[in-house]
């Protein structure tokens, strides 16, 4: 499985992006596709989850109400539709994608990850 996200750039605060993540080579066993990001001097933290056999997703409560993850089954992508955006959300925004679906929010438990895309909010 391989993933490449894109759709990282500058943006002020209170702005909005939106993160893609494209997923291609052995796609059928892949049931949870999740964003993480790193922000500098940090942990890598758990942003978002989406099951792909059902549609439930999940949220870290930093972004609740404000970021949401999308799927398209066609273009095998991901989307994150970031609004409102702080300057705490600066940080390397990373796709993953794993076969389980249990842990939600553990990067431990996802095998396949995307290069990065950086968010840069800025005040």
């Known amino acids: 499985v391989q993933l490449q996200a894109s759709g990282g750039g500058l943006v002020q605060v209170g702005g909005s992006l939106r993160l893609s993540c494209a997923a291609s080579g052995s796609i059928f066993s892949i049931n949870d596709m999740g964003w993480f990001r790193q922000g500098p001097g940090k942990e890598r933290e758990f942003v978002a989850a989406i099951i792909l056999n059902g549609d439930s997703t999940y949220y870290a409560d930093a972004v609740k109400g404000r970021f949401t993850i999308s799927r398209d089954n066609a273009k095998n992508t991901v989307y994150l539709q970031m609004s409102n955006l702080k300057p705490e959300d600066t940080a390397v925004y990373y796709c993953?994608?794993?076969?389980?679906?249990?842990?939600?929010?553990?990067?431990?438990?996802?095998?396949?990850w995307g290069q990065g895309t950086q968010v840069t909010v800025s005040s």
């Open positions: 993953a994608a794993r076969n389980s679906i249990v842990f939600i929010g553990s990067s431990t438990h996802y095998p396949y």
